[in-house]
């Protein structure tokens, strides 16, 4: 489900672009699957429609959507696109965590610690 925040730094567009390529990366949005149309969406999140056109056009421009005459956008068959997106966003996130980690004053010893214990923790949680 698509949000926007008032409190986020990012405009709308960009806060839409980004939940957006995550659910495709996520496989909330799997390859063929139909968008809500512009007109819908923008209805829904109470924006400009120009701000959704904005966005899909954007994402059709960086391969994942495809738009369809009459039917609307679909998420592109692309599969390299999913894995580059999953590739940024992970290491999004990891320069978030490793910040605000150090910034809380945790050493890195600590936090290499805490992460190895984690993906332990995963890897015995996925055998079981």
């Known amino acids: 489900m698509l949000r926007i925040s008032s409190e986020s730094a990012l405009p709308v567009y960009q806060q839409l ?3 957006i ?18 007109r819908e969406l923008a209805a829904e999140l109470t924006v400009n429609p120009n701000t959704i056109a904005k966005v899909y056009r ?7 959507l495809v738009s369809k005459q009459g039917s609307g956008f679909f998420v592109a068959e692309s599969q390299e696109n999913i894995e580059n997106t999953r590739k940024e966003l992970l290491e999004q996130l990891t320069e978030e965590f490793v910040a605000e980690a150090i910034e809380l004053g945790i050493n890195l010893d600590r ?8 993906l332990e923790g995963s890897a015995s949680d996925d055998n079981s």
């Open 17 to 19: 672009k980004r939940q």
């Open 21 to 38: 390529r995550r659910g495709i990366a996520s496989g909330e949005y799997p390859r063929g699957h139909r968008l809500p149309s512009i």
């Open 58 to 64: 954007q994402l059709e421009a960086d391969g994942f």
């Open 111 to 118: 936090i290499r610690e805490t992460v190895l214990n984690r």
